[in-house]
């Protein structure tokens, strides 16, 4: 069993960056992969960015790639995700996951989530 918070969410203008943070339970965090989810209303959760339990590797949608950078801590049970040049586009409730085996795109096959947090860019 794994709880997830999420958060760094807010407002900001296109162009700008945000930070947002995942932190995680548990004492088997390293052997999680992580993964950050987004959802605009009307819309499915889509994939956005994963990292590997060991951090070694990363994966991005081609939508985020070059613009955002996953990043975990597992000394502290965090997983971070940098967000910069954002655009109207990237305005969702960004949810982070967790997922006990390798990293996969498909939303269905995470395990555990977090309550998201509201990312909204305006223009």
């Known amino acids: 069993q794994v709880q997830l918070v999420e958060s760094g969410g807010g407002l900001v203008q296109a162009g700008g960056s945000l930070r947002l943070s995942c932190a995680a339970s548990g004492r088997t965090f390293s052997s999680y992969a992580m993964g950050w989810f987004r959802q605009a209303p009307g819309k499915e959760r889509e994939f956005v960015a994963a990292?590997?339990?060991?951090?070694?590797?990363?994966y991005y949608a081609d939508s985020v790639k070059g613009r955002f950078t996953i990043s975990r801590d597992n000394a502290k049970n965090t997983v971070s995700l940098q967000m910069s040049s954002l655009k109207p586009e990237d305005t969702a409730v960004y949810y982070c996951a967790a997922r006990l085996a390798v990293v996969v795109r498909a939303t269905h096959l995470w395990d555990y989530w977090g309550q998201g947090t509201q990312v909204t860019v305006s223009s």
């Open positions: 990292i590997s339990g060991s951090g070694g590797s990363t």
